[in-house]
């Protein structure tokens, strides 16, 4: 019997072999398809372990696609044929995603909604925020508080569009989705709409979707004890559901409470009934999710989505990725209001791009409308907070197989931050941005 020590990963690189990623990635496919029992899971992952002893030749070192291989095989004759269904369709999905990569330069992403990119595009161009180096010129020239304004202006605009389209409807509207990855400004975002709306006596009322998570010990959770709070499947969505339909047929609902101190849900906690003036909203990650509100009718239904959709050329000629903005927007809100390690939101935020890129991104393709919350100068408030995080964490982890995802983001973000004028005053920045959000001072109640 051979002792599997170390694995080899897809682009070669020699990690050691960590059982509870088995139990992790088996109990992770129970969840999706409403599975909850962590002890069979650990059982199976053994089952694994044991087959991979007995069948892997002397000094052969297994990669991962082999180990999955037998993932599948222990599954299925062991009776789980729908785990092994969801692990089956995760390994093609993340297969895709890999060609999708590959082959970004000969076909276009479905994911990207290019009449709203082709929109922001022109109006940095019209601005002379295209580039990194045209916005350190016009800062070098005094400009900032231009920019500030030219681009608040901007989102303003949106904000305004999003409300006037639910107002339209708001005879058969029943909800509003709010929807967008991780620090895309959904609650700044929520907040304007909801007071223009209130302009024409429409009350917003939130259902809190966060209470419906299920207990934290059902969670999975990494050979890091991080656990992955970012798929819908963390959350009841058979209830939220059925929720949302007795409220639309105007009956009161006891909604749950989720303590996220001792990650313990109380069902039946809060009574919500909704009134003829008022409409329900959704403000989450997850709003787009098809399960998430598959009870409601579409009609009923006016689904928002959001991202910084930035339109700049870094120095070298390529697009600064949103995902890197967001990132540096969550470090700091984390930090500031949740009192969250900084390095601990580097190493979680591969769980949060994975969960985006299967459930959030893919469904903008839905929405009624879509805002864009980038703001041109967010980067240089972010250089003078941000750099030196970046750079330590580029040396920490540039030779650590089990953080390149941590090393690869922080390494790109501080060459990026780099590049960018610092501007350490945001005494400019009116106080209620959306980037009040993540570095503070706003004037909104969030």
Do not use: C
């Not at 692990?87 to 993340?94: A, P, S, T, W």
């Amino acid at each position: 019997m051979s002792e599997i020590q170390y694995v080899i990963k897809r682009n070669g690189t020699l990690v050691p072999f960590v059982p509870d990623r088995i139990t992790n990635v088996i109990y992770r496919a129970a969840v999706a398809v409403g599975g909850r029992d962590k002890s069979t899971a650990e059982e199976l992952a053994q089952k694994v372990i044991q087959y991979l002893q007995e069948h892997t030749p002397e000094g052969h070192i297994p990669n991962v696609e082999e180990i999955q291989d037998v993932v599948e095989k222990i599954l299925i004759e062991n009776g789980h044929s729908k785990v092994a269904k969801a692990y089956i369709l995760y390994r093609d999905e993340r297969a895709r995603l890999r060609e999708q990569r590959e082959a970004i330069s000969i076909r276009p992403s479905t994911n990207i909604p290019w009449a709203k990119i082709w929109q922001v595009l022109d109006w940095a161009v019209t601005h002379n925020l295209n580039t990194v180096e045209v916005l350190n010129q016009r800062i070098a020239n005094g400009e900032l508080a231009d920019i500030i304004s030219e681009s608040e202006m901007f989102y303003e605009m949106d904000i305004k569009n999003a409300s006037e389209m639910i107002i339209e409807r708001q005879k058969d509207l029943r909800v509003v989705l709010i929807s967008g990855p991780s620090s895309s400004g959904k609650t700044t975002t929520t907040i304007k709409i909801g007071q223009r709306l209130s302009h024409k006596k429409i009350n917003l009322v939130t259902l809190n979707v966060d209470n419906y998570f299920y207990d934290l010990e059902l969670h999975p959770r990494d050979e890091f004890g991080d656990y992955d709070f970012e798929t819908p499947q963390a959350l009841n969505l058979e209830m939220v559901n059925d929720h949302l339909k007795r409220l639309i047929a105007g009956q009161e609902v006891l909604t749950p409470f989720y303590d996220f101190k001792n990650g313990h849900r109380t069902d039946n906690h809060t009574p919500i009934k909704i009134k003829n003036n008022e409409i329900i909203l959704i403000d989450s990650l997850h709003g787009l999710y098809p399960a998430m509100t598959e009870g409601i009718p579409d009609e009923q239904k006016f689904r928002l989505y959001l991202e910084p959709l930035l339109q700049m050329k870094d120095p070298k000629g390529n697009y600064i990725r949103w995902t890197d903005i967001r990132l540096m927007r969550r470090i700091l809100r984390d930090a500031a209001y949740r009192a969250y390690d900084p390095e601990k939101t580097l190493t979680h935020w591969h769980y949060v791009r994975a969960s985006e890129m299967r459930t959030i991104i893919p469904n903008n393709v839905t929405a009624n409308y879509i805002i864009n919350s980038a703001m041109p100068y967010e980067l240089s408030i972010y250089r003078p907070k941000l750099i030196d995080y970046f750079g330590q964490w580029a040396q920490k982890y540039k030779d650590d197989p089990l953080h390149q995802d941590a090393y690869e983001r922080s390494a790109r973000a501080y060459e990026l931050l780099q590049s960018i004028a610092a501007v350490n005053d945001d005494s400019m920045i009116p106080p209620d941005s959306v980037i009040r959000e993540f570095i503070g001072g706003s004037t909104l109640k969030y």
